[in-house]
């Protein structure tokens, strides 16, 4: 399973981007979603996640409080991809942003942890 982060650049402050993470290969199923985050000089931390829904209901997110409206997770299932909506960018926001999937290769597969390789988002003042 591979997954393929694009969007990320350089914004200024009160800018927007639009982050894409496409997961491809052996997939049954795609449980959670979602993106994190790793700061300069930091620890990579969780920015917004999203589980699997069910056909009729969206899947049901978390976002850390640092960016509760003013970003937005979601995913099209279909083309087993999630996006983060990035509205109202500051500076502290700058890192490197790394998609992640719980993905389930078989039936019987609970899941399995995949990592994106990472895109720089930088927010100038």
């Known amino acids: 399973v591979q997954l393929q982060a694009s969007g990320g650049g350089l914004v200024q402050a009160g800018g927007s981007l639009r982050l894409s993470c496409v997961a491809s290969?052996?997939?049954?199923?795609?449980?959670?979603m979602g993106w994190y985050r790793q700061p300069p000089g930091n620890q990579r931390e969780l920015v917004a996640s999203?589980?699997?829904?069910?056909?009729?209901?969206?899947?049901?997110?978390k976002y850390a409080d640092s960016v509760k409206g003013r970003f937005t997770i979601t995913r099209d299932n279909a083309k087993n991809t999630v996006y983060l909506q990035m509205n109202s960018l500051k500076p502290e926001d700058t890192a490197v942003y790394y998609c992640?999937?719980?993905?389930?290769?078989?039936?019987?597969?609970?899941?399995?942890?995949?990592w994106g390789q990472g895109t720089q988002v930088t927010v100038s003042s």
């Open positions: 992640n999937a719980d993905v389930s290769g078989s039936p019987y597969d609970y899941g399995t942890d995949y």
């Open positions: 290969g052996s997939i049954f199923r795609l449980n959670a």
């Open positions: 999203i589980d699997s829904g069910s056909m009729l209901i969206s899947g049901s997110t």
